[in-house]
């Protein structure tokens, strides 16, 4: 079952951006997600399924519940 991600959610990856952040936005949704890295605003494309191994926890958005 697919996780609920909506745009606006914060999600904290197992990996690290080369960064060195692991917090990301969700940007867009869909087959493929767009995320956004919190600390240089990077954008990345990938794949849900991808994203859904790599998340370790999920925090919602300022605009949802």
Do not use: A, Y
Not at 41 to 62: A, M, N, P, T
């Amino acid at each position: 079952m697919p996780l609920d991600l909506k745009v606006g959610d914060i999600i904290e990856t197992r990996k690290q951006h080369p960064c060195g952040n692991n917090r990301f936005e969700v940007v867009r949704t869909g087959m493929d997600f767009r995320i956004k890295c919190i600390k240089c605003s990077k954008q990345i494309w990938i794949q849900r399924v991808k994203l859904e191994k790599r998340i370790k926890k999920i925090e919602k958005g300022e605009n949802q519940e």
